[in-house]
């Protein structure tokens, strides 16, 4: 089982790639992790994101992760010492 | 804010005042149209909703009948899939009485503006939601924001947001409305709970109104306000029908 962090993205660096600010850790985690992670998202639910990376833009990743709440499976870490994620949106804020 | 941070109660629909703009700029806390139904309608409706084989669990844990887009932020088809069968069904238990008529009538009035559910080219959003809160059932602090929270969804173009809850079934005791002094903001979002709502140290600190729900009467509040249903005690359920509603073009447009 992947491990889980959750918390808000709050600077996008690229069309793959933004900080995040973590406020959740799943308890049954094999690491822990900072307050600040940098991820590289190798995939994500969020509709206006397009799953092309050559199409994809740091306009729509901006306008669709910046502030938002989110939820990310660890796969694993880059080159970079990054966290390799699977990204998706979250449980809801209200209804 | 003052202590005297107290819903507007309208007896009579007054145009002369837009308390909509007093919602949005905080100066009240909700505006309560008294005895929109009359408690033999509301109970007829409640028996209606009990027997009805469609209630689910939806968002926060309450149970529902109806669709909301926040269970669909991801999978914007499988929202339109699914409310054509939830407004179906609320055509069903509504189709002797719709309270849908009187609230719309209401907040027209009160606005001056037509109102209309919401439509994407051809498809209907979600025309309401039934909520039962069962004695017990807890429900976290909460915002409603589609603009923030469902960007995906045109109605999340509309410039405000405001909530209409019609009460059909009070509780006994406690299932109070808890309405605070503080509105959402982008920052806010690391108090996120994973699944729903924020934690309470969200509205630490905040001026709040508590406002009893008595059966038949409709409330409206600004939801990007915190608020709060408070757990039900004893052998009565809470429950309301509700909607959201914004500012399309000249119109105002409803959704769930």
């Keep these: 089982m992947n491990d889980i962090i959750w918390g808000t993205a709050t600077k996008i660096l690229s069309n793959k790639s933004f900080e995040m600010e973590v406020t959740h850790q799943k308890e049954e985690n094999n690491s822990t992790y900072s307050e600040k992670e940098t991820i590289e998202f190798t995939e994500t639910d969020i509709m206006s994101i397009s799953t092309d990376e050559i199409q994809r833009t740091v306009e729509q990743v901006e306008q669709g992760l910046k502030d938002k709440f989110i939820k990310c499976e660890i796969s694993g870490k880059n080159e970079n010492n990054e966290l390799v994620c699977k990204v998706s949106h979250s449980g809801a804020g209200g209804y | ?256």
């Excluded at chain 2, 145009?15 to 509301?42: H, M, R, W």
């Excluded at chain 2, 009893?212 to 809470?238: A, F």
């Design chain 2, 1 to 256: 804010m003052s202590i005297c941070w107290k819903p507007k109660i309208i007896t009579n629909l007054d145009l002369q005042t837009n308390y909509f703009d007093e919602l949005l700029s905080g100066k009240i806390p909700a505006i309560i149209v008294p005895k929109v139904l009359d408690q033999q309608e509301c109970q007829v409706l409640v028996d209606r909703i009990m027997l009805n084989n469609e209630i689910s669990i939806g968002l926060g844990s309450t149970k529902k009948i109806g669709e909301s887009i926040n269970s669909y932020i991801s999978n914007k088809m499988e929202y339109f899939k699914n409310v054509k069968q939830s407004n179906h069904c609320l055509g069903k238990i509504f189709s002797h009485n719709d309270p849908r008529e009187k609230m719309l009538s209401v907040i027209s009035g009160l606005s001056g503006k037509e109102i209309q559910f919401a439509k994407e080219k051809s498809l209907s959003y979600s025309k309401g939601m039934i909520r039962i809160y069962d004695p017990g059932d807890p429900v976290h602090v909460h915002r409603d924001n589609a603009s923030f929270e469902a960007t995906n969804f045109s109605i999340s173009t509309f410039s405000e947001q405001f909530s209409a809850v019609l009460h059909l079934q009070s509780a006994r005791y406690g299932g109070s409305l808890t309405v605070f002094d503080k509105i959402w903001t982008r920052s806010d979002e690391k108090f996120r709970d994973p699944e729903f709502g924020y934690s309470n140290d969200v509205i630490d600190g905040a001026f709040c109104t508590s406002i009893t729900c008595k059966q038949g009467d409709l409330v409206i509040i600004n939801p990007n306000n915190y608020h709060i249903v408070n757990t039900v005690e004893g052998n009565l359920s809470r429950i309301t029908f509700g909607f959201f509603f914004g500012h399309g073009n000249s119109y105002l447009s409803a959704w769930s």
